[in-house]
């Protein structure tokens, strides 16, 4: 069963330094998603990404933050200047297009990356 | 804005005990409402869906009925395994269009003993 990827699954990084996520969705989605989970509190959205453009961000994806799909393949998410409080769970995930009239909403996640910023 | 608020965790119950996870939500518009499973050490699994009201949606003995009177989903099993031990979020959508963002609750950790 097709599954979405991401690497590394833990990263360490000390405060100021940038560090990039990387995501494989499923190869025939078009649709592509970064959330956020700190340790103990909800699932937050960052950014929805479609035609290689941002289609959605939210207030926490702030100039810090951007996304690339350098491939056909990966999609990745970077952090500039890492903070502390970047230390969380980010997960990708992907959803395909749909057609005119029918729900194809269900977005499939990965295993996430945890990240922590010392 | 969208909002989903879940019942206040953690959750233990014994093996065979019935399960009720209770989710309300705010949202503007229909919203798709969803319920996802996270197992210990893996990613967001969708378990069940509803996108109009009065669905019901069911998976693995779970269930969960849209209701847009009292704007709740609530995540219900008659006998639950220990293997169901999980993190439970409720989730919503608000199109059904492919490419909004998902707003989840808090998660419910659900603990079975044996």
């Known amino acids: 069963e097709p599954e979405v990827t991401q690497t590394p699954s833990h990263q360490v990084t000390q405060m100021g330094q940038e560090v990039i996520l990387r995501c494989v969705p499923i190869s025939n989605h078009l649709y592509f998603y970064w959330y956020r989970q700190i340790l103990g509190q909800k699932v937050e959205f960052l950014v929805s990404?479609?035609?290689?453009?941002?289609?959605?961000k939210s207030e926490i994806f702030d100039d810090q933050f951007s996304v690339e799909r350098p491939d056909g393949s990966n999609f990745t998410l970077k952090i500039r200047s890492t903070k502390l409080e970047d230390s969380a769970m980010y997960f990708c995930?992907?959803?395909?297009?749909?057609?005119?009239?029918?729900?194809?909403?269900?977005?499939?996640f990965g295993p996430g990356t945890r990240l922590t910023v010392l | 804005g969208d909002s989903v608020t879940q019942m206040e965790g953690p959750v233990t119950l014994s093996e065979e005990a019935f399960l009720t996870i209770n989710c309300t939500y705010t949202?503007?518009?229909?919203?798709?409402l969803f319920w996802y499973v996270q197992y210990p050490g893996e990613g967001l699994q969708l378990l069940l869906k509803?996108?109009?009201?009065?669905d019901k949606g069911s998976n693995k003995g779970f269930e969960a009925t849209y209701r847009k009177e009292t704007t709740s989903f609530h995540l219900e099993k008659g006998s639950v395994q220990v293997s169901d031990s999980a993190v439970y979020f409720c989730a919503l959508s608000d199109k059904e269009t492919s490419g909004s963002r998902l707003t989840f609750g808090e998660g419910t950790q659900l603990t079975v003993n044996p």
């Open positions: 995930a992907s959803t395909e297009a749909g057609l005119a009239g029918v729900s194809y909403n269900e977005q499939f």
């Open positions: 990404f479609y035609n290689n453009e941002i289609s959605e």
């Open positions: 949202a503007t518009g229909y919203p798709s």
């Open positions: 509803a996108t109009k009201a009065d």
